[in-house]
């Protein structure tokens, strides 16, 4: 009987495993995709996967059998950074099927490949409300259509031998615009392109995150958040930029003066947060758990989970330094795993940095549980042979 029980677990575990990972499609031999490589038309390409599980791709071959259609974007992305062809590449990456279907990625809330009637086709709205609508962060002023064309070699008849053209379409669908009539057709792909966020936090009037092209001047990204509160301290401006970096401005008569020939750092660009403190309190950071000096420290500003932990006074023995739970003023918890050489996730004022104590193995316990399974095994064995 507790034989047919662990093989029902075992079933259960196998039938749950399918259930979680069977919608993920994994390419194989023989199977076509279609690459694009968005503001890069040049790159674009329809391929098929080799016997070898391979694809040939401008020069490279890669190995994309049993990967996904997102591990096989990554992999172009990092063979196109490592041969220099192309800085900061975006990718997409799909599977191209008998069935009519439309593409639609970036800022949309549900990307994928929706199918539509082969007899018809849908306007560009349509096909982004099939994706869910637009996100927050969506560029509606750069919303690209990329058309693929099969054209077939005059010289020749073969099936083979057809290549496939990418026409790029743009246009500006902002609720300012007037409405246009702009047709999908099958296998087309609608790719809406991302605004920059940054974050404003502290003595503003309204801190949050704003969107942005490109990058914003801190004059103008303090104007969007309705400026300083009484409170503000103005001489201490703290910029954090998205890889952890900490800057400190200070607002004087010309600081409002700002243009495109300043210093980078006064300018936020996607990821910075700027970060307003209070003038006359130094609010406190909590770092409790296994650090050498556990408790409250008064900071000016947000700071970095390294540096935290640095004026805490360091990690304990027993510490687990792979992660940390951040607690948020606000009631949320984050946990945190630590990579080495990436610290961009910043504690603020109010918060609670809270380090444990690393798994270890009570080897007594063990010991203890095992003698006394192999102690009872063994009465049982004699028991049933008397």
């Known amino acids: 009987m507790i034989k047919h029980y662990f093989t029902s677990i075992i079933l259960l575990i196998l039938f749950s495993c399918i259930s979680i990972y069977g919608d993920v499609y994994r390419i194989r031999q023989g199977d076509n995709l279609q690459i694009a490589v968005i503001g890069q038309p040049e790159y674009g390409q329809s391929v098929q996967v080799r016997e070898d599980g391979r694809i040939s791709y401008f020069g490279g071959d890669i190995q994309v059998s049993g990967k996904t259609t997102e591990e096989t974007k990554e992999l172009i992305s990092a063979f196109l950074l490592e041969e220099e062809l192309i800085k900061n590449p975006i990718i997409m990456v799909s599977l191209v099927s008998q069935e009519n279907g439309v593409f639609v990625g970036g800022a949309v809330k549900t990307p994928g490949r929706y199918i539509i009637s082969p007899e018809s086709d849908i306007d560009i709205n349509r096909a982004i409300a099939l994706a869910g ?6 560029d509606t002023t750069l919303v690209q259509l990329i ?21 790029v379409e743009t246009y500006d669908l902002s609720t300012n615009q007037p409405i246009k009539d702009i047709r999908v057709n ?4 609608v790719f809406v392109s991302q605004l920059s966020v940054i974050d404003v936090q502290g003595e503003v009037n309204a ?41 400190e ?8 003066k700002s243009s495109e020939n300043d210093t980078e750092v006064t300018f936020l ?49 027993e510490a687990n330094r792979e992660k940390v739970h951040i607690h948020r003023s606000d009631g949320t918890t984050i946990v945190h795993v630590i990579e080495p050489g990436i610290d961009n996730v910043l504690i603020y004022p109010g ?19 095992s003698t006394t399974v192999i102690g009872v095994t063994y009465f049982i064995i004699n028991l049933a042979q008397r």
């Open 186 to 189: 099958s296998n087309d792909l």
């Open 269 to 317: 660009s996607d990821g910075d947060v700027l970060f307003i403190p209070n003038a006359f309190k130094v609010e406190p950071i909590y770092v409790n758990g296994y650090v050498q000096t556990p408790g409250a420290h008064r900071v000016r500003g947000p700071m970095t989970i390294q540096k935290a932990i640095a004026i805490a006074g360091g990690f304990e023995n």
């Open 207 to 247: 801190p949050g995150k704003i969107f942005i092209h490109n990058k914003i001047g801190v004059d103008n990204a303090l104007a969007r958040v309705g400026g300083f509160t009484e409170e503000a301290d103005r001489n201490s401006v703290v910029k954090v930029s998205k890889d952890g970096t900490l800057s």
């Open 147 to 167: 058309r693929f064309k099969s054209r077939r070699d005059k010289n020749t008849e073969s099936e083979q031998t057809q290549d496939i053209s990418i026409f």
């Open 351 to 369: 918060d609670i940095l809270e380090v444990e104590k690393k798994f270890a193995i009570n080897w007594v316990l063990i010991s203890t549980v």
């Open 249 to 256: 401005l200070s607002v004087g008569e010309n600081f409002w």
């Open 133 to 138: 609508g637009m996100t927050e962060n969506a």
